[in-house]
């Protein structure tokens, strides 16, 4: 029985896991207004104003040439806008893959059109694309059915285990405590990571750009899930604590006694 609890509780925390981090990012890193909104906060699009034409220039002397310091902060915003709802739903659902039109691009920019070239990109993953729609997929579908699996399996671990329901249940959540921790500490080095990408010379004011808004997002995300783990942390301390109770109720409830067998009276036949 114990060995089974062990297994309930690890299946139990695995599912809860996936549900709860389904969950969180499906509110935030797979929401297109909250990114938006983290954006705004971050003054994300004033500083990608001056932040492209400098990287602009650096990687390319023609540009440089051009005289073009600056752009529009709302072009930036309303490309943004325009692009990221379709990019999260071709990430999720597999939509079609947004384009952007580079002639009008161009023109926002003060730049010339392309020559002897396309006039619209596709924002997809190239080679990887196929995979990041069969991961988002996956995952959306992990949200969508891991919560009624834990319920289902909460159901049967209080059903089948008896005795064994309380520290079943508090190994399950105090393990997904431990997994909820490991996540905000990862989220916490995910921006050294995905900036570390952006540290070349030509782009360093790009970098610097980005810098506050993914340090924002992800420190955000982190905070989310230490949350989460501290309230499985406390669910573990309060169903061990439920169990102990029980425990010392049994220790000392009365024991019903069990009846004597009658004595045969004095001189009766065996």
């Known amino acids: 029985m114990k060995f089974l609890s062990h297994v309930l509780a690890f299946i139990l925390a695995t599912v809860l896991a996936a549900s709860v981090s389904t969950w969180i990012l499906s509110h935030t890193l797979w929401n297109a207004k909250f990114l938006e909104q983290q954006a705004t906060q971050a003054q994300l699009y004033p500083k ?8 602009a220039a650096a990687s390319d002397p023609s540009v440089a040439k051009s005289g073009v310091t600056s752009i529009d902060p709302a072009l930036i915003e309303n490309q943004v806008n325009t692009l990221l709802p379709p990019i999260l739903d071709h990430i999720r659902k597999g939509t079609p893959a947004p384009t952007v039109n580079l002639v009008d691009l161009a023109a926002a ?6 020559e002897n070239g396309p006039t619209t990109q596709t924002i997809d993953f190239g080679s990887a694309d196929t995979k990041v729609t069969q991961y988002g997929h996956d995952v959306d ?8 699996v834990a319920l289902g399996l909460i159901i049967l671990i209080v059903a089948v285990m008896r005795h064994h329901r309380w520290p079943t249940l ?26 570390q990408a952006l540290n070349k010379a030509e782009m360093k004011a790009v970098h610097d750009a980005v810098s506050p808004f993914a340090s924002q997002l992800f420190n955000g995300l982190a905070a989310r899930f230490g949350l989460a783990a501290l309230v499985f942390l406390l669910a573990a301390i309060g169903l061990w604590c439920i169990y102990g109770i029980s425990l010392i109720k049994a220790k000392f409830a009365p024991k019903s006694k069990k009846p004597k067998a009658p004595t ?7």
């Open 141 to 148: 579908l992990v949200g969508t059915y891991a919560p009624w």
């Open 48 to 55: 990608l104003a001056t932040a492209i034409p400098a990287s």
């Open 170 to 195: 508090s190994r399950a959540a105090f393990d997904t405590a431990i997994g909820m921790a490991l996540l905000a500490g990862l989220f916490m080095i995910i921006p050294q990571l995905v900036l």
């Open 109 to 114: 920019i003060g730049q010339d059109p392309p």
């Open 264 to 270: 045969a009276a004095p001189g009766s036949a065996s």
